[in-house]
């Protein structure tokens, strides 16, 4: 009898530990949801990485050295390594997993100049691929194309790319809310770059556009 007593106060204490991690836990993942996470069948920068997961990687590191929000235009184009806004935390991400955002967004736009209303026929390599409108442009053009539905939980993927307005631009996290909502990979100038704010900031300013790259 004993032994049973002490056999239910241990199972009581371990249940009791899992409630209280659940009830006061804040992150999640996409295993927590029954999500499948996706991984690119493209690694261009051959690291053995798949570009999804590098993405993400240059995203995180982006949000972990935090750079200083300063919006200036800067000749040459980039801005260096420990100053930047929203758009950077984008071209150095992809720059991770071998991309060069600004060539490839320069050279849409050389292409195809009338479809850049923010360009207004006047190319400027040096401030283009740093402008959500035009980033908007081109991976509407050229990326794919995904829901811009919050509640569709399963169609956010980490490494994808948010578009709110016409003003500013993160990437997806592999965090998620109780909800199953990602946390949010970006830089408007707060201390915490990576966050639960993907529904608030829709509030504020609506999501206009969701991608991914093929």
């Known amino acids: ?17 899992v409630f209280i ?6 992150v999640y993942y ?11 069948q493209t690694d261009y920068d051959n690291d053995g990485i798949d570009d999804y997961t590098d993405i993400l990687q240059g995203a995180k590191m982006e949000a972990k050295n935090k750079p200083k929000y300063k919006s200036t235009y800067y000749a040459g184009g980039y801005p260096p390594d420990n100053e930047g806004v929203c758009t950077d935390v984008i071209w150095r991400a992809l720059k991770n997993a071998g991309y060069l955002l600004k060539e490839m967004v320069d050279e849409d736009i050389k292409n195809n100049v009338k ?13 283009d691929f740093r402008r959500v409108p035009n980033l908007q442009v081109y991976f509407e053009r050229n990326q794919l194309v995904l829901t811009t539905d919050l509640s ?43 966050e639960d704010i993907l529904e608030r900031y829709n509030e504020y300013e609506p999501i206009t556009g969701h991608y991914r790259m093929k």
């Not at 009898?1 to 530990?17: D, Q, T």
């Not at 996409?30 to 690119?40: H, M, P, R």
């Not at 003003?167 to 100038?189: A, C, E, M, Q």
């Open 115 to 127: 479809e850049y209303p923010r360009v207004a026929g006047k190319p400027d390599a040096n401030i």
């Open 1 to 17: 009898m004993k032994r049973i007593i002490v056999i239910f106060i241990f199972i009581l204490a371990i249940v009791s530990v």
């Open 152 to 194: 569709k939980i399963e169609e956010w993927q980490p490494g994808d790319i948010v578009v709110f307005g016409t003003s500013h631009i993160g990437i997806i996290s592999d965090k998620r809310n109780k909800k199953g909502v990602p946390y949010l990979i970006h830089n408007g100038g707060q201390p915490i770059r990576e």
């Open 30 to 40: 996409a295993q927590d949801f029954g999500i499948e996470v996706l991984t690119s």
């Open 21 to 26: 991690y659940c009830k006061n836990r804040s």
